[in-house]
């Protein structure tokens, strides 16, 4: 009877046209499901609806005890509010206009000549402009390279970072902006760079570490989703290539790295959030970072940049199996999110992924792991669920400051445990 009776009504319901006003109205709901009928209807929603599940579990990985965050057009939400209302599935309204959210993000005033704000969302040319400039002002410390272009053929930038010594020093390679619509990610990167060239000489942990370490930052991975999550819909995930036969646009670069390959946790429809593309480096953009990190034999730590629900996760997520030096992992990453919550109490849990959050192959977490390197985290920044992707800029700089004590900290473990 419950499955019957609203979700007869539902068509597909993605939402198309102007990119103004494309979520007015739109909720963002936490469903906690307690037994298999509220799991079905879960399933079922997924089904009949084009509901946009917030953190991308599949459908098939719902279960019981584990809340799921997902989006409800307006058109649909009282509907879906009765109906779960109708079963007893408990929700929480995470967010109650996803429109108005998003607005208050758009409306930024340049700062003008006073230098380039870091408690900003940037646009990606203003992006792209800042890592010509801060590598044109810290030559000494900061060097830019074009690692390749993305699909609508923008510049793909590395910006290595470290005292130049002459010789090669172990190196922690880190990426944000894998997924458009998670902006504190590329903010976070912007940061790190920002705090390194800022620091150096003056604080004697980033000097021990730039001096002995070089860092690999790629400030922004997905640079053609990033543009399209400003253009035409702020909350874009894949990369923009098209998919032949098929109207539907974008891959899932976190699907699409060379890892037991769209396995588990991944889906073969192009329409999907969580789609794995044609073939693993399908993505150009997944094809340039994975050429970099095969070259570069003295990456020694890899850091990717995600958000949101503050966790620091480490492989695999291609199985439940753990890696070797779990025992390692797990206590770099413990010490990792006891220094974040040094700052301001922020509470992350860490993990294996596949337990932590869920099971997914093709990431590039796992990938890094397999190719060689011993210390891969994948952060998943604030918050927890009250604005999402949709973090204020008032939080970046808290958000970055607790991050910086857990990169640092883990950079600083490379150095002194080389292998
Ligand atoms: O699903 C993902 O790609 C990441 N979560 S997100 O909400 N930012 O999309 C988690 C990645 C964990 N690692 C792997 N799945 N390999
Ligand atoms: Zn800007
Ligand atoms: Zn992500």
Known sequence: MMDGLLLLGFVAAVSVG????????????????????HLQFIRNLARIVKI????????????????????????R???VQT????????????IENVQNLIEKQFDQKETGSSGYNYEKYHRWDEIQ??????????????????????????????????KRTGSVKPTIFMDCGIHAREWISPAFCQWFVKEAVKTYGCNSTMTTLLNKLDFLVVPVINVDGYVYSWTKDR?????????????????????????????????????DETYCGSHAESEKEVKAVADI???????????????????????????????????????????????????????????????TIYPSAGGSDDWAYDLGIKYPFTFELRDTGKCGFLLPESQIRPTCEETMLAINYIATYVLNNPY
Not at 19 to 25: D, I, L, Q
Not at 83 to 94: A, H, P, Q, S, T
Not at 148 to 158: D, H, K, P, T, V
Not at 331 to 347: D, E, I, P, R
Request: glycine share 6%; hydrophobic share 35%; aromatic share 12%.
């Open 18 to 37: 102007s990119p103004v006003g494309r979520y007015a109205g739109d909720k963002v709901l936490r469903l906690k499901p307690e037994n298999e009928q």
């Open 52 to 75: 946009d599940f917030w953190q991308p579990h599949s459908a098939e990985l719902v279960t019981t005890n584990r809340s799921v965050d997902l989006r409800v057009t307006a058109d």
């Open 77 to 79: 939400a009282s509907d």
């Open 83 to 94: 109906g779960l209302e109708e079963i007893g599935l408990k929700y929480d309204v995470l």
């Open 129 to 162: 402009s800042w890592t010509a400039n801060i590598a044109d002002e810290n030559p000494r410390l900061i060097s830019r390279f074009e690692i390749g272009r993305s699909y609508e053929g923008r510049a793909i930038y590395l910006l290595r970072v470290g």
């Open 235 to 271: 909350l874009w995930r894949k990369t923009r290539s098209r998919n032949p036969g098929s109207n539907c646009v974008g891959t899932d670069p976190n699907r699409n790295f060379d890892a037991k390959w769209c396995s588990i946790g991944a889906s073969r429809n192009p329409c």
């Open 293 to 355: 990190m095969r070259r570069y034999y003295a990456i020694k730590a890899y850091l990717t940049i995600h958000s949101y629900s503050q966790m620091c996760l480490f492989p695999y997520s291609y199985t439940y199996s753990l890696t070797p030096n779990y025992k390692e992992l797990n206590t770099m990453a413990w010490n990792a999110v006891q220094a974040l919550s040094s700052l301001y109490g922020t509470q992350y849990i860490y993990g294996p992924a596949a337990i």
